[in-house]
């Protein structure tokens, strides 16, 4: 483990995560707070949002990108080229599209863009309209801390490589099956990528998310991957 500053991570809920970084700026990552159920009522709002990372078009990633990028003018709005495009017809400056296996510089952070398998359909209207690929990011701090969002995805055995060449240490994985990985496919994303600690996300926040982080403890237990789960309420830091 590095003994650099970490960013603190504060979970709202299904996929959306707040990364408080050390030099006090706010990174989003998909933005779906005021129709989140699970986002407590008074973390839907923020003082300051500087970078916002969307993983794909679906209303439970990105249903508040719009609203929120408005208001708050961050400095970059990371997210497919498609998404970035559709975002930039709605009137939101400093779009910085991107596409798989590409990296920029997000406020001083490295972001990469990663495979994941999933759909990434844009509702407008009664339209569905094309998103480009579904996406995760990895993010490399400049003082060598690193994570992995997964978004929403299958597990792939490419997650390997991400391991290999990224190392993160933390990995947000989705848990609750159905549109994503269960928690016994998510035993297998962490022993892949090897990281020594994972954020379970996409769970409980529906009936029908039926993953939940003591299964993904079994099933870490029963592979024998080294693994720590730091299950957080929506709410939680850590
Ligand atoms: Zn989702």
Redesign the pocket.
Known sequence: MSQHPRPRFTYLG??TVRCDLPGGEVVLIDPWVQGNPSCPEDLKSFDRLDAVLITHA?Y??MGDALELCKRHKPKKVVASFEICSWLERKGVKSCSAMNLGGCQDVLGLQVTMVRADHSCGLSDGDQILYGGAAAGYVVRLPAGFTFYHAG?TALFSDMQLLGEMYRPELAFL?IGDL??MDPTQAARACRFLGVRKVIPI?WGTFPLLTGTPAKLEKALEAYGTACEVVTLKPGESY
Do not use: K, N
Request: aromatic share 10%; glycine share 0%; no cysteine.
């Open positions: 299904h996929a679906h439970d990633h929403d989705p549109f994503t996409h």
